[in-house]
């Protein structure tokens, strides 16, 4: 059988949760570099995002399917409970992280250090101060729900946490999110666990680029 293959650029936090699924679970991939909106993603995404997936044929796009798909196509440990309620609490978390975390901790505060839209070319204030805000209500429902154990589900790693991590990666290295981190009580040790892990370790990424 064919080699999985992932297209977009390894910066990209949805790109890296579907790479360290594949680690995770053991699956031969390569990540074929895509930028968003070009013609590869044109052609293989009708919106241009990142990740798109291709195996034997077989094309996928949007990373909450990719991520269930490397899941349940390739042998491996599982990466999504088998009871019923801790699959469902998964669930309740995958869509609480593309709907909520993402959205405020990456598109609202880290792109506005990378990719500011400010007067002079800095930081909009009034962006990531009031999306702040939404992130420390965030952080506090993830500190309360990692108190049992280093992943959200206790012992097990599953997708929701592949899907979460890259995204805290980057927000915790801006001010805000340092300063959240520094004030948890149980994020900072269940960071440790996950950096421990090979499908972390072999997917840290070069630094976004930055304008200018």
């Not at 064919?2 to 594949?22: E, F, H, K, N």
């Not at 990373?63 to 801790?86: H, N, Q």
């Not at 004030?183 to 421990?196: C, L, M, P, V, Y």
Request: glycine share 6%; aromatic share 8%.
């Amino acid at each position: 059988m064919a080699d999985l293959v992932l297209y977009g650029i390894p910066q990209s936090t949805y790109v890296r949760s579907a790479r360290m699924a594949c680690i995770e679970k053991g699956v031969p991939h390569r990540l074929e570099a895509a930028t968003p909106h070009s013609e590869t993603l044109n052609r293989l995404h009708p919106f241009g995002k990142m990740p798109a997936m291709e195996h034997d044929g077989f094309m996928l796009y949007e990373t909450s399917a990719i991520l269930r798909y490397i899941d349940e196509a390739f042998d491996g440990p599982r990466l999504t409970p088998s009871d019923l309620r801790r699959r469902a609490r998964m669930e309740q978390w995958v869509s609480a992280i593309n709907a909520y975390y993402d959205r405020t901790m990456i598109r609202q505060i880290v792109l506005q250090y990378y990719f500011p839209t400010g007067a002079d070319g800095k930081p909009d204030r009034a962006i990531i101060d009031k999306s702040a805000e939404d992130a420390k209500k965030q952080i506090a429902v993830l500190d309360e729900a990692l108190a049992e154990g280093p992943y959200l589900l206790g012992g097990d790693i599953s997708l929701a946490d592949l899907l979460l991590c890259p995204i805290l990666v980057y927000f915790f290295r801006t001010p805000e999110g340092e300063a959240m981190l520094a004030a948890s009580k149980n994020i900072r040790r269940a960071g440790e666990a996950i950096r421990a892990r090979k499908s972390f370790i072999d997917t840290v990424p070069p630094p976004p680029p930055k304008r200018g």
